[in-house]
């Protein structure tokens, strides 16, 4: 006789990479998860370290799969490819849950509901980070594509979207580098997913000090590539110029920002270029004689 197992409401995606000091935790955070039905699959992207091992630890509870190396992206895309789930969520290996996100998602997604994400906590080195996303950034939910393409208000590791939804925008992009969640939630919206948000911060979202400074000059150049792609759509056509010119501005202001500690010349380049989309926005011009004076 062939015994069948239900199929779990969420699929939780993993991806992990050389994460044997931090993935440990983000699992147990996930199996710590209460009055949901859940699978676990961590995609190791060829580890180089203990990764395997701390996966081997957890047996039966997780899923476990060694994919050729492709970055984290395309270990998201296999792992929604094996998922089971009605819904996907997505984990990295270094952040963490509490044990009723997936529950409290859960009950607010109705029928119109393409995505649900959360605030989050923000842990690790933080630096001038405020300790909670919703203190400084403002969290959208409905019809998000406007607010969407001026900022990235969305945190991956908080995020809970329909399968049927994932699959119909054809995943994550594997074509481009550094920012395809951005990128998703964008496709989503144009294409008239609604979205919710659970107001409390469920999501530990871990910071490194590496992460300001690595790679800025690529993540900058695809984040606007991010935002031409959206304003090419047929919703992204409707946005007014303002919108449009304040959220290419956004791109290079945020780029500024990130590297003025480390790199003032280049800040300063980039404040320039975000003046040049959107010259009214005066904190520009505060950040670029900060740079100047050394104060940034």
Request: glycine fraction near 6%; proline fraction near 3%; hydrophobic fraction near 40%.
């Amino acid at each position: 006789m062939t015994v069948t197992h239900p199929a779990p409401s969420v699929s939780v995606i993993i991806p992990a990479y050389n994460a044997a000091a931090y993935v440990g935790q983000a699992i147990d955070s996930v199996l710590a998860s209460r009055d949901a039905a859940f699978e676990v699959l961590v995609i190791d992207d060829q580890s180089t370290d203990d990764t395997w091992q701390v996966l081997e630890r957890f047996g039966n509870a997780i899923r476990k799969v060694l994919a050729p190396k492709g970055g984290p992206y395309k270990a998201r895309n296999l792992g929604a490819r094996l998922a089971r789930g009605t819904w996907l969520a997505f984990l990295d290996a270094d952040d963490e849950w509490a044990p009723d996100k997936l529950v409290k998602q859960l009950a607010l997604a109705d029928e119109q509901t393409s995505l649900v994400y959360t605030d989050r906590f923000n842990i690790g080195d933080c630096g001038r980070v405020q300790p909670r996303q919703s203190d400084g950034v403002q969290l959208w939910e409905g019809d998000v594509f406007e607010p969407l393409l001026l900022n990235n208000f969305i945190t991956l590791s908080s995020v809970l979207i329909r399968k049927s939804w994932f699959e119909r925008l054809g995943g994550f992009s594997e074509d481009h580098v550094g920012v395809q969640d951005w990128d998703l939630w964008l496709r989503s919206a144009a294409d008239g997913g609604l979205v919710k948000l659970l107001r409390e911060p469920v999501t530990r979202y871990r910071y490194h000090a590496q992460q300001m400074s690595n790679h800025q000059d690529t993540r900058a150049a695809e984040r606007e590539a991010v935002v031409r792609r959206a304003l090419q759509s047929s919703r992204g056509r409707q946005v007014s110029w303002k919108v449009a010119r304040q959220a290419l501005a956004n791109v290079w202001e945020i780029g500024a920002c990130q590297t003025a500690l480390s790199q003032r010349s280049k800040a300063i380049r980039w404040y320039l270029r975000a003046a040049r989309y959107w010259p009214w926005n005066f904190q520009l011009y505060k950040g670029i004689a900060k740079c100047c004076l050394g104060r940034s």
